[in-house]
């Protein structure tokens, strides 16, 4: 899938302070945002407990957590911010792509709360808070950049050209990486949440013993595809992975797999496009088999890699603020009336 998108807005430069909402998925976050002092706190509850004796998400228990859990940790930014509402000078929500029940929690509250105190709101793509998430670090990335994206359900190349000016290169065909990696916990007898356990015992694990194929690797392009992997580590988990050895053996082998073939592109993508810097962003980046290929390759290339801080790379209100304070300053608003949106592509055709 390739496109552009530009969004065109006035150009204003206001100092801005923003709550961020987000609620896609299985963690509730909260963020205030000040354009002019960076972000003044952010709190997260993980679901991780609620959804572990159900071996994944189960929407309809994210959903109620959400609830619960929204209202007291707004309170909590708010008084570590030392601020009211009525202070705020707008309210960001992830409004998509996600989980339909998850997304209207805090769609609705967000909204609902931007309504009472008398301030926009504006609706923020989940996935354009992933890419823009190294901006709240220092050093931070400089327009344009190459982004690779990577969480439970998105693995894409994207070339940033400016804020809203996005270009997809590549995406995954069928399973994103972080989903091969759930999958493949499972598979191995591991908890939930699986990639990051998948990743802890892929440590331990022996170089080399199994080798699994580095897909679409082989042809031009920058798409991803990662069942075939996953049904390679099917086939030899059935015959062979009876000891703990072996499942690190066969845990080194598919993270190493994976691993090599999202370098592969990106080393691809920055030489086909001239790209010096490239962003590495979304639940996976903070895998540290990746960042380590990643650096090394970069380097190979003589450009630079950033990626945010490992608690921003899973969802959470800090990008969802700072991305939200960035349309705010253009002069983006919602109407009164609101949607979620489960599917929601970045780069509209």
């Not at 994207?158 to 804020?163: D, I, K, R, T």
């Amino acid at each position: 899938m390739q496109g552009t998108i530009t969004l065109f807005r006035r150009s204003v430069d206001l100092i801005m302070r923003v709550l961020g909402i987000e609620t896609s998925c299985d963690e509730t976050g909260l963020a205030v945002f000040d354009s002019a002092h960076g972000l003044l706190a952010h709190a997260l509850h993980s679901q991780v407990d609620l959804h572990a004796a159900y071996g994944g998400v189960v929407p309809e228990l994210a959903s109620r957590d959400h609830i619960r859990r929204l209202l007291p940790l707004i309170r909590k930014v708010l008084a570590e911010a030392g601020m009211a509402g009525g202070d705020l000078d707008g309210i960001a929500y992830t409004a998509g792509p996600g989980l339909i029940g998850a997304l209207l929690t805090g769609v609705s509250l967000g909204r609902s709360l931007a309504y009472a105190w008398g301030i926009p709101a504006v609706a923020v793509h989940h996935m354009e808070a992933h890419l823009l998430a190294p901006m709240l670090e220092t050093p931070a990335p400089a327009f344009p950049f190459l982004a690779l994206l990577v969480s439970g359900g998105h693995t894409q190349l994207v070339l940033v050209h400016a804020f809203g000016e996005y270009e997809i290169l590549g995406e995954s065909l069928d399973d994103a990486a972080g989903e091969a990696f759930d999958k493949t916990a499972k598979l191995l007898g591991l908890g939930y949440p699986g990639g990051p356990a998948l990743s802890a015992l892929a440590e331990r694990g022996t170089p080399g013993r199994f080798n699994f194929p580095r897909p679409m690797t082989d042809r031009p392009g920058l798409e991803f595809s990662f069942s075939g992997l996953k049904t390679s580590v099917v086939n030899l988990v059935r015959g062979e992975a009876d000891d703990d050895q072996t499942r690190a053996d066969v845990a080194r082998a598919f993270v190493d797999a994976v691993v090599d073939t999202l370098v592969i592109k990106c080393r691809r993508a920055m030489e086909e496009y001239g790209a010096t810097c490239l962003v590495a962003a979304g639940g996976v980046s903070a895998n540290r088999q990746l960042r380590r290929a990643l650096e090394t390759m970069v380097s190979e290339e003589g450009g630079q890699v950033f990626y945010p801080r490992p608690e921003f790379c899973t969802d959470n209100g800090a990008m969802i603020a700072y991305a939200g304070c960035l349309h705010l300053q253009q002069g983006e608003t919602e109407p009164l009336s609101f949607a979620a949106h489960p599917r929601w592509p970045l780069v509209q055709q």
